[in-house]
């Protein structure tokens, strides 16, 4: 049709443009990314100055004048070309992903899976969400509400879930009308290249997805740019702050997901053993490194004992070693820096009367390999400790007997972050009486 034509014509010339600024970097050192299990550099990526980030904007807003106007039905079709080469390339994506964060193999490629999955279902919705709302009708007026796109959107997603994370935002954007320039985190860089990738395979507008690697001054340039119409973040609670001052001085929209210290709540009535088994893998999945992971459990007095033992068990199961192996159920810590912190936080907590029952350490795998640290699980915590107030987003958790409903909510409301607050209960009103009431 005439405007697949457009758009094809557009796009050759746009091409021709995207390479020439893909070969113009600043001097600046190339970002190296070292593999957590083997310390080796994984690979090095160069970083872009910001003449070149601006001028990726620019560029981002040309492809969007066109893709604005492709009818949802095309678009519905080009994302669905684009997660079939995501497909395809399941086992390269996946083994950068676990080479760059120490995800294990075989849980990096359940987030492709996850990640493709959660695209679709975004598709299916859309018809729905971006069809236009009729007003009521009124003598002389037709009226109704639609649904405009914002222009270039900028996504600034984490290393801990890089696909999962981006996803959210890349494919309502796309879906909705707009270009997504994505720029992952410096632990993550390859995951912005594999989107990028996938869109231009399927034959879509090159460019209508570009990777930004580049650091955090560039991006405040970007932010700043008016041609940004919209940034979706997640990340740290500080990264987090700077991002909506940056938005908040153009009054245009963002969406920020931080942190969380999530806690959850054994009721008395509650299945111990799958209450146990679900949250020690909330806890210690992915290495702990999960926003929304369990970082502190609430046990009722009747149950505390068992729920320790039980738990100490599964936890002294876990296997530390090398990410590629199917054996292995924990990965070693993305950040270098994890260490120190969670053996602090876990100092802390000694300090204070916790009982460390298994882990509380560094340690390498049995091949001396890999920048790991025990799971650690603490018993009789409280909240005078670090470790039940502040993100650790690592493999401790920690534990704290209660004595009644009331108490366990107290103690799960009292933290900075929010995101996931469990209830393990076989009853249905014990659930409803400890959540809020919806607003009628």
């Known amino acids: 049709m005439m405007l697949?034509?457009?758009?094809?014509?557009?796009?050759?010339?746009?091409?021709?443009?995207?390479?020439?600024?893909?070969?113009?970097?600043?001097?600046?050192?190339?970002?190296?990314?070292?593999?957590?299990?083997?310390?080796?550099?994984?690979?090095?990526?160069?970083?872009?100055?910001?003449?070149?980030?601006?001028?990726?904007?620019?560029?981002?807003?040309?492809?969007?004048?066109?893709?604005k106007n492709v009818p949802l039905a095309e678009r519905l079709d080009m994302v669905e070309k684009a997660l079939d080469q995501l497909l395809a390339s399941k086992e390269k994506i996946a083994k950068d992903v676990s080479g760059m964060m120490g995800k294990p193999l075989n849980q990096a490629m359940?987030?492709?899976?996850?990640?493709i999955d959660r695209a679709r279902v975004l598709c299916s919705l859309a018809p729905e969400a971006l069809a236009d709302d009729l007003l009521p009708e009124k003598e002389n007026f037709f009226r109704k509400i639609a649904r405009e796109p914002v222009g270039v959107v900028l996504v600034l997603a984490p290393w801990n879930y890089p696909l999962l994370t981006a996803i959210n935002a890349l494919i309502p954007a796309i879906l909705s009308g707009n270009s997504v320039l994505l720029k992952h985190s410096e632990r993550s860089p390859l995951c912005a290249d594999h989107f990028a990738s996938a869109f231009e395979k399927a034959g879509g507008p090159s460019g209508l997805v570009r990777a930004l690697h580049t650091g955090h001054d560039e991006i405040a340039s970007v932010i700043k740019h008016p041609k940004i119409g919209f940034v979706s973040f997640t990340g740290s609670v500080p990264g987090g702050s700077a991002v909506y001052q940056s938005v908040a001085s153009r009054f245009i929209d963002t969406t920020l997901e931080l942190g969380g210290k999530d806690g959850a709540y054994v009721a008395p009535d509650a299945n111990l053993d799958a209450a146990v088994e679900t949250l020690v893998d909330g806890g210690f999945y992915n290495a702990g490194q999960s926003c929304c992971g369990i970082?502190?459990?609430?046990?009722?007095?009747?149950?505390?004992?068992?729920?320790?033992?039980?738990?100490?068990?599964?936890?002294?199961?876990?296997?530390?070693?090398?990410?590629?192996?199917?054996?292995?159920?924990?990965?070693?810590?993305?950040?270098?820096?994890?260490?120190?912190?969670?053996?602090?936080?876990?100092?802390?907590?000694?300090?204070?009367?916790?009982?460390?029952?298994?882990?509380?350490?560094?340690?390498?795998?049995?091949?001396?390999?890999?920048?790991?640290?025990?799971?650690?699980?603490?018993?009789?915590?409280?909240?005078?400790?670090?470790?039940?107030?502040?993100?650790?987003?690592?493999?401790?958790?920690?534990?704290?007997?209660?004595?009644?409903?009331?108490?366990?909510?107290k103690l799960m409301n009292d933290a900075h972050y929010g995101l996931v607050s469990p209830i393990l209960t076989l009853t249905l009103f014990v659930t409803l009486t400890l959540t809020p009431n919806p607003t009628p």
Request: charged letters at 25%; proline letters at 5%.
């Open 4 to 67: 697949t034509r457009l758009i094809a014509a557009r796009s050759r010339s746009l091409r021709r443009s995207h390479t020439t600024l893909r070969r113009t970097f600043s001097s600046k050192s190339p970002l190296v990314v070292d593999n957590p299990y083997t310390l080796k550099t994984y690979c090095e990526v160069p970083q872009m100055n910001d003449k070149t980030v601006l001028g990726y904007v620019d560029a981002s807003a040309s492809v969007q004048a066109s893709w």
């Open 110 to 115: 359940g987030e492709v899976d996850g990640a």
């Open 295 to 409: 970082e502190r459990v609430y046990v009722h007095d009747s149950l505390y004992d068992d729920f320790i033992t039980k738990a100490t068990d599964i936890v002294n199961g876990y296997v530390l070693g090398d990410p590629s192996s199917n054996t292995t159920t924990l990965g070693p810590m993305a950040q270098p820096s994890s260490i120190e912190f969670l053996s602090s936080q876990v100092n802390d907590a000694k300090e204070k009367g916790a009982l460390v029952l298994t882990g509380g350490q560094s340690a390498t795998d049995d091949k001396g390999m890999g920048r790991f640290f025990r799971p650690t699980l603490l018993a009789d915590c409280n909240h005078s400790m670090d470790v039940m107030k502040e993100e650790s987003f690592g493999p401790v958790l920690g534990v704290m007997p209660v004595k009644s409903d009331d108490e366990a909510v």
